[in-house]
């Protein structure tokens, strides 16, 4: 996965349960530590950081808030199609959203920085100045994979799977593609089907 594609792995850690509701895998802190140290190799230069954080709830808190924020540009990004079911009625506007990215994206400034290895050539990153704590550079580093994604051109292939109880987005892979997984589709078709079947039934009655 590419780090910009970190922000939609954000977004799906609200899912379909299995049993026709929602799960949210970061509702604990414990939850929030599994998340990061799975997906630390995504964190690019913040790597080392992610493999061995430790989440409490003020960051479980703040990362729950750039979600909720990366959710609802993700909804205005589908339009004019509908959003994921999980967020009808329950996201911010899209301005407060933006504040809410923007302010944890500043959380932590950045520096350019050159490492040139004696054996290799010259290669530039970025560095942050100071000391700042772990959940900071884990939340600007989030928001900033945020901004990335929607800046970049998988926004436009960006999708609310449109399967029968899911809740999640994907980014639409190739032109055939609706759904996010194949299960969402095979889901999709049963319930066509039994959809079908109650139309024949209701007009062969009538």
Known sequence: ?????????????????GHGGVADD???????????????AA??????VAAEFTADEAARTAVVEVRTAVRA??????????????????????????????????????APRLDWPDDG??????????????ADRLGAAL?????????????????ACPAPRCVRYFVKEHARQEWCKPSCGNRARVARHHARRREE??????
Do not use: C, K, Y
Request: proline share 9%; net charge neutral.
């Open 73 to 110: 540009l993700f909804a205005r990004a589908v339009l004019p199609g509908p959003p994921s079911s999980a967020d009808a009625g329950r996201l911010p506007s899209a301005r407060q959203a933006l504040d809410r990215l923007n302010a944890a994206s500043a959380l932590v400034p950045v």
């Open 201 to 206: 039934r209701a007009g062969s009655d009538g």
């Open 143 to 159: 928001a900033r994979s945020a901004v990335a994604f929607l800046a970049g051109p998988d926004r436009e292939l960006l999708r």
């Open 26 to 40: 970061l509702a604990e802190a414990a939850g929030l530590t599994r998340w990061v140290r799975t997906h630390a």
């Open 121 to 134: 050539a010259p290669v530039a990153g970025h560095t942050a100045p100071g000391s700042p704590a772990p």
């Open 1 to 17: 996965m590419s780090g910009d594609h970190l922000a939609l792995d954000l977004a799906v850690t609200i899912r379909h349960d």
């Open 43 to 48: 964190f690019g230069q913040d790597a080392a």
